[in-house]
């Protein structure tokens, strides 16, 4: 008999956390845990407002999906018993570590995948003022890559990231718009980045306006993440974007993350694999999606306060594989 737990749980940020929509200082997220048989396997997710979803909803469709899931779900059958997102990605990546640890096997083993290697992660600066946010590229120019949060407008923002390259005059570096810029300032915007050494502007246009992107000359990479969730209008992305940006909680789980990894490279490209703010067992299915990607953007337990115990071990912006008391 399978036992199903849903668990909401807040984990402070340390300090607080901006991006052009707003900001926060808590992350909300929502643990899936699965007892079967002698074993527990886990998963958490992050209900995203931008996406119209809540705790509460997940919690509601999870506690829906009660009799299917303690009535053996399997996960070829996740798709079927809840919309994608949030709440499918937390099930997913649960039973893909409860089947690992009823089997002794890793999941990447499972999966038929190389043991995998530690990664370099971007580390996040939030939106704020010029010199606050030099500043702070300053007390993180020992990082060797700075994902910087923008989107306030053409000026501003170009101001910023000037101030930035100031600070950190040797850290690679990655623009977040988050949907914050107009079509008629792009070409500007996208100057001063190539200029200031950006190696990728991630979702510059809102997802409803991207189409004019196509056809643009792009001096630096331009990735999809807002345009981007699952295999389902993947083709629409070609054209516009050089990238696409692969977040757990957008695919609905690392099953399908894993099938969109494959299905963007055969589109020729570029693969990010980023993250919410969250804790080490939101990071630990998405490292696996993120070997052999070009950028990797898994810092959401440095963000925090404190992350769980065991979780993921950092040195610097270096991850390592996650020990297996965590997940996988």
């Not at 899931?69 to 499918?88: H, N, Q, S, T, Y």
């Not at 290697?117 to 010199?131: G, H, I």
């Not at 997802?207 to 990735?223: F, M, N, T």
Request: hydrophobic share 40%; with cysteine.
């Amino acid at each position: 008999m399978r036992k199903l737990t849903v668990k909401h749980e807040s984990w402070p940020i340390a300090g607080s956390f901006t991006i052009s929509r707003g900001s926060k200082t808590i992350a909300e997220v929502v643990v899936v845990t699965l007892e079967e048989g002698g074993a527990v396997g886990r998963g958490e997710c992050v209900p995203y407002g931008r996406y119209g979803e809540t705790v509460d909803g997940v919690l509601r469709a999870l506690e829906a999906a009660r009799p299917r899931i303690e009535g053996g779900l399997g996960r070829d059958e996740v798709p079927e018993a809840l919309e994608p997102r949030a709440a499918r990605n937390a099930l997913d990546c649960a039973l893909w570590d409860l089947e690992a640890k009823k089997t002794g096997k890793p999941i990447w083993e499972l999966l038929g995948m190389s043991e995998p290697q530690p990664l370099v992660t971007a580390y996040t600066l939030s939106l704020d003022t010029a010199e606050a946010m030099g500043r702070a590229a300053e007390k993180s120019s020992h990082r060797p890559l700075l994902k910087v949060k923008l989107g306030r407008g053409s000026e501003g923002d170009i101001e910023r990231l000037r101030a930035i390259r100031l600070g950190a005059p040797a850290s690679r570096l990655i623009v977040d718009a988050n949907e914050g810029w107009k079509p008629d300032e792009l070409p500007s915007l996208l100057a001063a980045c190539a200029e200031l050494g950006v190696v990728m502007v991630e979702q510059p246009l809102p997802a409803s306006d991207d189409e004019a992107l196509r056809g643009l000359r792009r001096p630096v990479a331009v990735c999809a993440d807002e345009s981007a969730h699952d295999r389902h209008g993947l083709a629409t992305l070609v054209g516009k974007y050089d990238a696409l940006n692969i977040k757990l909680d957008k695919t609905g789980g690392l099953t399908e993350a894993l099938a969109l990894a494959r299905d963007a490279r055969g589109h020729g490209l570029q693969l990010m694999v980023g993250c919410m703010v969250a804790t080490s067992l939101s990071m630990a299915p998405a490292a696996l999606v993120a070997q052999g990607a070009e950028v990797v953007d898994l810092d959401g337990p440095l963000l925090l306060a404190k992350d769980r115990e065991p979780g993921i071990h950092f040195e610097g912006n270096t991850l390592f594989w996650p020990p297996r008391e965590l997940w996988g």
